[in-house]
């Protein structure tokens, strides 16, 4: 369990603004919890009682630093510090990683890749890179999908651990569950997913986690595939290229337990 440290003894006439440093405990709390936490857990971590953390969490919540889910009343972080600025890690850094490793990507497979991460139900597009052909499907930043609408949806919340993924199963119809546990296990088998657009035909999403020291996906890497005259390399050629770039970005973020290209099959 996750305490909250000690607080040394404040310099000699230095100011305190304990609303402040109960923030900054919250805020420092949820980032390590990927399935958030609930005021219980909240208080009993940061070793405070309710009255001292409830006006924070309103404030935190009432301006979009934390959300509340309606199913679980369990609070997590929200995407506000990104908004405000894209120096906040692990996002920025991700994201600044991960530009010349997509610029390469698209060059060399002649397709356009993105860059996405979950939260809630919506998967967010957070970088994008154009294919060098003169026609391409790219997908725009800043856009915004139903998180199992699309593979990178998918592929990260295969490797969101079991609360997770029941959290999100239980948001979709009950006959709809089986093949999504398919597909789930599926990727965690094999690395990555190859599955044909739901939003544009003729476009075959390849999708691999960006995945952090603890194997948990905080991102997904993908190349909306299409085939067209001009563009040499082929399906399988893509993948490759998109696992070895996803490969590099999860060593980035601590994973060990790495995704071979020689294993796309």
Not at 121 to 137: F, G, I, R
Not at 181 to 197: C, H, M, N, T
Not at 232 to 249: C, E, G, M, Q
Request: include cysteine; charged fraction near 25%.
């Amino acid at each position: 369990m996750t305490t909250r440290p000690k607080t040394q003894n404040p310099p000699n006439g230095s100011y305190q603004a304990p609303a402040v440093e109960k923030a900054i405990d919250i805020l420092e709390y949820l980032a390590e919890r990927q399935n958030g936490a609930s005021m219980t857990e909240l208080c009993r971590a940061l070793e405070r009682s309710m009255g001292e953390l409830y006006r924070v969490m309103i404030a935190l919540e009432r301006r979009r630093f934390v959300y509340k889910s309606a199913e679980t009343d369990r609070y997590s972080l929200s995407l506000r510090l990104f908004e405000l600025s894209h120096k906040n890690p692990p996002i920025a850094q991700l994201v600044r990683a991960a530009h010349p490793v997509m610029d390469e990507l698209a060059r060399r497979s002649m397709q356009s890749c993105h860059l996405a991460m979950a939260q809630d139900m919506q998967l967010y597009v957070l970088a994008s890179t154009d294919s060098p052909l003169p026609m391409h499907y790219s997908v725009k930043v800043g856009a915004t999908f139903p998180l199992l609408e699309t593979s990178s949806g998918v592929v990260i919340t295969a490797f969101a651990g079991d609360i997770r993924i029941e959290t999100v199963l239980g948001e979709e119809e009950k006959e709809l569950r089986p093949g999504y546990r398919e597909r789930f296990d599926r990727i965690r088998r094999i690395g990555y997913e190859v599955w044909d657009s739901k939003v544009v035909r003729g476009v075959t999403n390849l999708s691999v986690a960006i995945r952090d020291h603890s194997g948990i996906a905080k991102a997904a890497l993908t190349i909306p595939y299409l085939e067209q005259a001009g563009a040499i390399p082929t399906r399988k050629d893509a993948l490759v290229l998109l696992v070895d770039a996803a490969t590099a970005l999860s060593r980035d973020l601590g994973h060990g337990d790495v995704l071979a290209s020689e294993a796309v099959s």
